[in-house]
């Protein structure tokens, strides 16, 4: 294939004029310049067609191009979830009287960037008590939305006679929109395993399309014959009951005759772990904690239902921290292995600063 740089493409035409004319245009001359300005759009034409390529086939397309395959199959991008959780609103003092919060209060976390947390629901601080908690979810959609115990403290729209506000649960749940090549390879998947309307992929394939959901894990005949199950994991952990409701309506209206459909919660399998980390310069231990703490979740939200704990790859996140030099697990020795109904989440984690001794 010919070489289709703009200089190449230049010279071919150069060359080509020369050929027919019999002399060499001057660059400085109307015919030189010319010819610079349609090699300039023809180079533009090649990239255009080589763009327009990648957009054909569901393997290389990118962006809107890659949402019209997956409609093509029934498929959508899931969007980005914010995170949910509950707001604690407190008094030092209790009051004779209630306490109205409204539904639509602001909390925010403290720092540079705050990330900002609304109540869903009205709720009332009672005559005599502290406090009342109440569930709110992130303003801003998004994995970022996430926020630990106690992190959420910041009154940016204090309901009267409110002195404090803190979350007294997590808040969780709150995802980035799919990427392209999660979408790529629940479309490709689609093509490979072929839904008929009564095999496991149906059934899968029909889960995945619920936002919130980014695994499945189907169990034929599980409790006998003429039934299936269906298990389902969010992004680290387990959905909702309200989504897993719902999907096992819509299943009841679409199974086939005589076919009985259980949609379940994934089984969470905890993995303990322990492990050594050597700080790269000029980090410090302390540094390098929420790191690698921030790698450990990414890491097993990633997973998928029926997908095993593989040591490697959690070592690798840590070391694409860019601030761990080296690593060593003392508490898991070996891959873990997870079962179809499963899905693995950590559990105890223990990080140790480590030592030439070690």
């Not at 086939?57 to 990118?62: D, K, L, S, V, W």
């Not at 990330?115 to 303003?139: E, I, M, N, R």
């Not at 998947?189 to 189907?218: E, L």
């Amino acid at each position: 294939m010919q070489d289709q740089s703009f200089s190449s493409i230049l010279t071919r035409m150069q060359q080509s004029f020369s050929e027919l004319a019999g002399f060499s245009p001057d660059d400085a001359s109307d015919i030189g310049m010319r010819l610079k300005v349609l090699a300039g759009e023809v180079f533009s034409l090649y990239h255009a067609f080589d763009w327009l390529k990648n957009q054909v086939f569901p393997q290389t397309a990118q962006g809107e191009f890659l949402d019209l395959h997956a409609k093509q199959r029934g498929l959508s991008r899931k969007p980005a979830l914010s995170a949910s959780g509950s707001l604690a609103f407190s008094r030092q003092n209790p009051l004779p009287y209630d306490l109205t919060i409204p539904a639509g209060t602001i909390v925010s976390t403290d720092g540079d960037h705050p990330l900002q947390f609304a109540t869903s629901v009205p709720a009332v601080l009672k005559a005599g008590y502290a406090s009342v908690s109440v569930a709110a979810k992130a303003l801003a959609p998004g994995a970022d939305s996430n926020a630990a115990l106690g992190a959420v403290c910041v009154l940016v729209t204090p309901p009267p006679g409110i002195e404090a506000c803190v979350n007294d649960t997590p808040f969780s749940g709150g995802v980035d929109a799919e990427s392209d090549d999660g979408l790529r390879a629940r479309l490709l998947q689609s093509y490979a395993q072929v839904s008929n309307g009564t095999n496991p992929q149906f059934y899968r394939s029909f889960a995945m399309q619920f936002d919130g959901i980014q695994s499945a894990g189907v169990v034929p005949r599980e409790d006998g014959p003429g039934t299936v199950s269906l298990y389902l994991a969010a992004r680290g952990g387990v959905p909702d009951s309200a989504l897993l409701a719902e999907i096992q309506s819509q299943l009841n209206e679409l199974r086939e005759i005589n076919v009985t459909v259980s949609v379940k919660p994934a089984v969470q399998k905890s993995i303990r772990l322990a492990c050594y980390l050597q700080p790269l310069a000029p980090y410090s231990f302390d540094d390098i904690k929420p790191l690698c703490d921030q790698a450990l979740a990414g890491y097993f939200a990633s997973l998928s239902v029926g997908e095993p704990f593989v040591m490697a790859h959690l070592g690798r996140a840590l070391l694409e921290t860019g601030a761990v030099r080296n690593y060593r697990f003392y508490s898991v020795s070996a891959d873990t292995a997870v079962a179809s109904t499963e899905i693995a989440v950590p559990g105890v984690v223990t990080w140790t600063k480590m030592t030439s001794s070690v």
